[in-house]
């Protein structure tokens, strides 16, 4: 539209001007939408802004100008501020630069991304591994690989959005079974028999509002007798569950399990996710899996740490942080029952303090952030209208004293609010 005419006085034809005017009322209308949508929010009452951290994540952290307890970040075994995952980012960009120029296709595979590869891959005892810039994006990148149209996922109540959002950019037909009921999974999986190509059960391995374990054993036999694939997310489980922290698979001891989705962001303490599977999946994953084939592959320094986290993993000090992870878990857990907090069904590191209604879970967070403990608030519509809470993270970096302090401000905070 915007043709410059030279013989109009300024410039542009009149139909241009009447586009231009009614380009200009655009935006205004644009704006009122906007309004609505963050007004709507406000008057649910889950506006929000976001709170700023002003040092390193740790057991402790400066959060909008205070120092406070920490129980909000997924840095499991403290490797996001570790020396080792330090030195080797730094390393790394001397080496190697800040960017890896491409996708891997092109030229952005680098050694230190297949050694990664290679080192995850002995790490989970699976054929191959695939990294991925993120777990998100892992999630979403192996399910549109495994399902097209003719295919059916199964798929648990409660998982991640990221596994929701997958499914949904696929052309699958997709099923929900109910939480963690495997009677519900088994009966669609019977409703479902002989209809499709490809079944896929999908699950977390960890769910992240209730810290509870997904069970694998049983899904594991179910896909058996009715022929399905099966895949979890270990998001909440690397680092945190299994032989060091390999996940939910080898924390049950699952002989066959088709599909293992990891992140680097939580325990591994960087970024990243990654797909651990069969050898002729994550070839397959390599000509068609579209984050691979159009993402930009990650920094080397991000690679280095990662590469320095499993390392860690593996090794002593790697195994007494994983003790001491599940020390500090037992411990907070226990004081905050003893007290008379209901934690819910939690069998992890995220334990949940539910209150019930979601306004007072967030004046709960907001009182014991005033107190010294940051501990996010969780409202519907992320759970149900009556089962707010604040979600708590311990991390093996927490010493006995920060828990122990925690514990007195959820005492302190807890009764003077009438929650114990
Ligand atoms: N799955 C689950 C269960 C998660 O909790 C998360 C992180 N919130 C992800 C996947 C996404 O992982 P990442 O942050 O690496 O994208």
Redesign the pocket.
């Known amino acids: 539209l915007m043709h410059y005419n030279a013989s109009e006085p300024d410039g542009v034809r009149p139909s241009v001007q009447l586009a231009c005017y009614l380009g200009a009322m655009m935006p205004h209308s644009f704006e009122a939408y906007l309004d609505e949508q963050l007004n709507s929010l406000r008057e649910q009452g889950v506006f929000r802004t976001l709170r700023e951290l002003q040092s390193p994540t740790g057991p402790r952290s400066t959060i909008d100008g205070k120092s406070v307890i920490n129980l909000s970040s997924?840095n499991y075994l403290g490797l996001a501020n570790h020396p080792a995952l330090k030195a080797a980012a730094i390393k790394a960009i001397e080496e190697w630069g800040v960017g890896s120029g491409a996708v891997r296709t092109i030229i952005g595979t680098m050694s230190i991304h297949e050694e990664l590869e290679q080192r995850l891959t002995e790490f989970k005892h699976t054929e191959a591994v695939l990294v991925l810039q993120?777990?998100?994006?892992?999630?979403a990148a192996v399910l549109g690989v495994v399902l097209n149209d003719g295919d059916l996922v199964i798929s648990d109540a409660l998982?991640?959005?990221?596994?929701i959002d997958g499914i949904r950019l696929t052309k699958a037909a997709r099923a929900v079974y109910q939480h963690n009921d495997m009677a519900d999974l088994e009966r669609v999986l019977q409703a479902n028999q002989g209809k499709y190509r490809n079944t896929v059960i999908v699950t977390?391995g960890?769910?992240?509002m209730d810290g509870d374990i997904a069970p694998l054993p049983r899904i594991a036999e179910l896909a058996e007798h009715y022929g399905a694939i099966t895949m979890v997310?270990d998001?909440?489980a690397s680092g945190v569950l299994g032989k060091n922290g390999s996940g939910t698979v080898s924390h049950y001891g699952i002989k066959h399990w088709d599909i293992q989705?990891g992140?680097?962001?939580?325990a591994i303490g960087a970024?990243?996710?990654y797909v651990a599977t069969s050898s002729k999946l994550r070839q397959l994953m390599e000509h068609r899996a579209r984050p691979f084939l159009f993402s930009t592959s990650h920094p080397p320094a991000v690679v280095a740490s990662c590469l320095a986290a499993i390392k860690l993993l593996q090794s002593v000090e790697g195994e007494q942080l994983h003790q001491q992870l599940w020390e500090n878990t037992k411990f907070f857990k226990a004081g905050l029952n003893k007290l008379g907090f209901n934690t819910g069904i939690s069998e992890t590191p995220i334990t949940p303090v539910i209150v019930g209604d979601g306004a007072k879970a967030m004046q709960f967070s907001d009182s014991l952030f005033q107190a010294g403990v940051f501990a996010q608030g969780i409202a519907f519509p992320t759970v149900a209208k009556d089962k707010g809470r604040v979600r708590t993270i311990v991390t093996a970096s927490h010493s006995n004293a920060d828990l122990a302090e925690a514990l007195n401000i959820f005492e302190h905070v807890g009764r003077s609010m009438q929650l114990i």
Do not use: E, P
């Open positions: 997924n993120s777990g998100f994006t892992a999630n998982n991640h959005a990221s596994i977390d960890v769910f992240s997310d998001a909440h989705v992140t680097l962001s939580k970024v990243g996710g």
